[in-house]
């Protein structure tokens, strides 16, 4: 509460739509720096939110007609950001305790599926609320190329 005065107080533009906050971008590269990870300020690309970063990279990454692969269960945002690529979904289920069915995208990667993207939400997955334990993460798609 107190960051947010401070914060409106010191700049009445601050909630509103504008280029950038520079110095956020300074220390999104200073955490970056401390989880080892080396980037400019130039190299950050800051979005007004998730959904505009759902859409954007979808755009970047999916042709039209392209395939994706989601769960089952899936956040709805997701789905309106893909919708109008008209992609062919590839689904895998959803375990409501431990989350996407890794073993099954292995299982179509194996098969030669070839999806532009996987949509995968790791931690607080929306709708469902799972995380995704840290082993499943790491030792997840190894094999596959």
Partial sequence: MRATAHVISNDPRALQYSPPFQPLKSQIVELMAQRGVECT??????????????????RLLLNQGGTILTEELTYT??????????????????????GMDVNAVEDL??????????????????????SM?????????????
Wanted: proline content about 7%; glycine content about 8%; aromatic content about 6%.
């Fill in 77 to 98: 945002g997701f789905q309106q950001a893909v919708q109008p690529l008209q992609p062919k979904i590839l689904t895998v289920p959803t375990d409501i305790e431990t």
């Fill in 133 to 145: 334990s840290a082993n499943t993460r790491t030792s997840s798609f190894r094999s596959t190329s």
């Fill in 109 to 130: 990667l194996a098969a030669g599926e070839r999806p532009a993207l996987i949509y995968a939400v790791t931690n607080g997955h929306n709708p469902v609320g799972v």
């Fill in 41 to 58: 300020e130039r190299e950050i690309f800051l979005t007004a939110g998730a959904q505009q970063g759902l859409s954007l990279l979808t």
